[in-house]
């Protein structure tokens, strides 16, 4: 089974502009969950889809934005980029509440 | 509300054991725990759902106390593959929204 796939894998932007990146659930899991990795932060909660519907979301701005696609990937966005928003994303998947998550490698985002 | 693990960091020689500690002020539906390798993604270790509930991972074992909303994660008889930073995930509620909020982790290095 193919584990989840995060794409891209690296990213650099400049502050202002807006990124999208995406998940790819492993095959059968409907729950996708977005955190942000920073070394002074630990992991982050942003938000959590199942079957197309966010259940949950973090304390985030609202420039940071997700959705999910009917085949279960999810795309996440941030807006107006700030140096503060460099940090790894990773998405994990899941059958659903109480059951192991599944991450992928991440997407690392740097804002210069 | 996040999640208090302990300690931070801890180094042990191979063959070793270790505890790492992890509660709330909440009352939890589950508690999970994952352990990160530098440079990887987190990985899943165990799941625990109800209060004494112990559950084991070759020489990994952990044990969730519901009364009083802690976790402990065992580690013994250390390997060097034990290094790596754990961190304790945890579910409040019984609600249909999941989110899993994780504790700011604790280093683990087995020296030789």
């Known amino acids: 089974k193919a584990g989840v796939t995060q794409t891209p894998r690296y990213l650099i932007k400049t502050r202002g502009q807006q990124v999208t990146l995406s998940c790819s659930p492993i095959s059968g899991h409907r729950s996708v969950s977005w955190y942000q990795q920073t070394p002074g932060q630990g992991l982050q909660f942003l938000f959590e889809y199942f079957s197309e519907t966010q259940r949950n979301k973090g304390n985030f701005p609202g420039r940071f934005s997700g959705r999910q696609f009917s085949n279960s990937r999810s795309e996440m966005n941030v807006s107006t980029l700030e140096l503060g928003d460099s940090a790894l994303y990773l998405c994990?998947?899941?059958?659903?509440?109480?059951?192991?998550?599944?991450f992928g490698n991440g997407t690392r985002l740097t804002v210069t | 509300q996040q999640p208090v693990q302990s300690p931070q960091a801890v180094i042990l020689r191979e063959g070793e054991d270790a505890v790492i500690n992890c509660s709330s002020s909440?009352?939890?539906?589950?508690v999970h725990w994952y352990r990160q390798k530098h440079g990887e993604a987190p990985v899943f270790l165990m799941i625990l759902l109800k209060g004494g509930e112990q559950k084991g991972h070759e020489k990994i074992s952990a044990s969730f106390n519901e009364k009083k909303q802690q976790s402990s994660l065992y580690l013994t008889a250390s390997q060097l593959s034990y290094s790596g930073t754990y961190f304790c995930?945890?579910?409040?509620?019984?609600?249909?929204?999941?989110?899993?909020?994780f504790g700011s982790g604790t280093r683990l290095l087995v020296r030789p």
């Open positions: 909440k009352a939890l539906y589950s």
């Open positions: 995930g945890t579910e409040e509620g019984r609600d249909s929204s999941y989110k899993l909020i």
């Open positions: 994990a998947s899941s059958l659903d509440r109480a059951r192991p998550l599944h």
